[in-house]
């Protein structure tokens, strides 16, 4: 990365949990993801921050897919794309408000309320929950003496779910509140993790997207110019950003019996961590995979997983990247980063920036 104003204040790669990998390479990444008969989905990938499981993530078909049809009509791209007007019009607010030669944290002030607010539009919630959702900052949970801490989530959680069975409402925790499975009501844990899952799964993934994005553009003048001037190619330069970020790095899962991972031998039972990112760094399916390449297509990349696990709010990603890029490009075109302060995460043959803690943004006059 280049630019005059750019400063980058390192940190040590991410620690992940001491969990084995299970797959490496593209091929083996993809199987893996969709061979839930092999590596499962059954379990609470987060039990030290939460007593329930996240519906429909950690579930396997055919239970899954009853589920995930609770949620899924929010996702559905018809309904994101009639969307995009009211979710354009919160990235063309906080643009505005920029000032020419002023530094701005984007991270807490550009792109974390730009995924908030996007988030109540899709979901039909007030201010005061836009408000108590940026109180959290780019984590769901907190860190308390060291340890995560969801306690407020969970009372957040409780609290909606129960207004929603007294008086559901035309939005997603009504829709939860009055699904059934089997002909039978949700349980509360089931509503519980359904409710987490929206909240909590699009909420830093895609700060860590638009941040990422604006990092290199912001560092590389070359791109910057090329996308101001072609914004049609927004789109594919997204695909690349979301490659070479992988927001999600990887997903618990279990084996369901012994299987062999490389040289190792995984047993039965025993969890371990899908990983997304070494298959979106294969040499034998990117080329140059370490270097952004804008235009780069095709782009097969695993960033929303794959097979029937894939991310469900993927359209509402895409969508709240591309109109965040595509007003900054339109409305402040000339920037640069001023400092940055990134975690980094080791991949195949070199490392990439995986979370942004901070980064300063600098619109030119």
Same mark, same amino acid.
């Given at each position: ?11 040590? &790669? =991410?620690?992940?949990? %001491? ?8 091929? %083996? ?23 329930? +499981?996240?519906? &429909? ?5 055919? =239970?899954?897919?009853?589920? +995930? ?6 996702? #559905?791209?018809?309904?994101? !794309?009639? *969307? =995009? @007007? ?13 000032? @020419? ?61 129960? #207004? ?7 939005? !997603? ?7 059934? !499975?089997?002909?039978?009501? *949700? ?29 290199? *553009? ?11 001037? $072609? ?7 997204? =695909? $690349? ?14 084996? !369901? ?5 490389? #040289? ?61 890029? %595509? $007003?900054?490009?339109?409305?402040? @075109? ?32």
């Amino acid at each position: 990365m280049t630019g005059e104003t750019y400063v980058d204040r390192m940190r040590e &790669p =991410e620690e992940y949990p %001491e969990l084995l990998p299970l797959a490496a390479s593209y091929e %083996e990444v993809r199987e893996a993801a969709r061979d839930w008969r092999v590596l499962s989905s059954s379990l609470n990938g987060q039990p030290h921050i939460r007593p329930y +499981r996240q519906f &429909p993530l950690e579930v396997d078909p055919p =239970e899954h897919s009853k589920y +995930r049809s609770i949620i899924g009509p929010v996702f #559905e791209r018809p309904r994101i !794309v009639a *969307l =995009e @007007p009211e979710i354009r019009a919160v990235a063309h607010e906080l643009i505005d408000q920029i000032h @020419p030669g002023q530094p701005v944290e984007m991270v807490a002030n550009l792109a974390l309320p730009m995924v908030i607010r996007a988030l109540a539009v899709v979901f039909g919630r007030s201010e005061d929950d836009v408000a108590t959702w940026l109180s959290w900052g780019t984590q769901v949970f907190l860190l308390r003496d060291g340890r995560p801490d969801a306690t407020h989530l969970q009372e957040y959680l409780a609290r909606v779910i129960d #207004e929603s069975i007294a008086a559901p409402g035309d939005d !997603v925790f009504g829709r939860i509140a009055t699904a059934s !499975v089997d002909g039978r009501p *949700l349980t509360r844990n089931e509503m519980i993790g359904l409710a987490d899952l929206v909240l909590a799964g699009g909420r830093d993934t895609v700060v860590n997207l638009i941040a990422g994005a604006v990092w290199h *553009l912001g560092s590389n003048e070359a791109d910057r110019t090329r996308l101001a001037a $072609e914004p049609d190619l927004i789109p594919i330069a997204l =695909e $690349e950003f979301l490659r070479y970020l992988s927001p999600l790095p990887d997903i618990p899962r279990v084996a !369901v019996h012994d299987v062999v991972v490389g #040289e190792t031998v995984v047993r039965a039972g025993q969890p371990g961590r899908l990983p997304f990112y070494p298959a979106n760094f294969d040499p034998t399916v990117f080329n140059d995979p370490l270097q952004i390449r804008i235009d780069r297509q095709p782009n097969p990349h695993l960033a929303f997983g794959h097979g029937p696990h894939a991310c469900i709010g993927a359209h509402l990603a895409r969508l709240e990247g591309r109109v965040f890029l %595509e $007003e900054l490009l339109t409305r402040a @075109p000339d920037f640069g980063i001023s400092q940055a302060d990134v975690r980094w995460l080791d991949v195949p043959g070199g490392r990439v920036p995986h979370r942004f803690e901070s980064l300063h943004l600098l619109v030119r006059d």
